[in-house]
């Protein structure tokens, strides 16, 4: 079993920044994607962006040049500098771990962001 623990999120104003960071934990195969996801009120949750074990990234559109993911290997954590952040960058953040062996996905918790003034 996988455990996924996010931490960072908060009240931000526009234009500010944040750092998440999921940790995650238990039987973690070599071979995975980990990434972060958003829900905002009344959406469908959606990608924001992932990140191979050797590091290869991939971003939603709306995020790119504003976000940063990266991850510690050593450590299997996860972060997402989130810089000019918006409005309607508010959503619960969700951290996801994709096992490509057991071809099992695992899911934090979620952090919450928002952004307003």
């Known amino acids: 079993q996988v455990q996924l623990v996010e931490s960072g999120g908060g009240l931000v104003q526009p234009g500010g920044s944040l750092r998440l960071s999921c940790a995650a934990s238990g039987n973690i195969f070599s071979s995975n994607v980990m990434g972060w996801y958003r829900q905002a009120p009344g959406k469908e949750r959606e990608l924001v962006a992932t990140?191979?074990?050797?590091?290869?990234?991939d971003y939603a559109d709306s995020v790119k040049g504003r976000f940063t993911i990266s991850r510690d290997g050593t450590e299997n954590m996860v972060f997402l500098q989130m810089n000019s952040l918006k409005p309607e960058d508010t959503a619960v953040y969700y951290c996801?771990?994709?096992?490509?062996?057991?071809?099992?996905?695992?899911w934090g918790k979620g952090t919450l962001v928002t952004v307003s003034s």
């Open positions: 996801k771990l994709e096992d490509r062996v057991l071809w099992k996905d695992y």
């Open positions: 990140i191979t074990r050797g590091g290869s990234t």
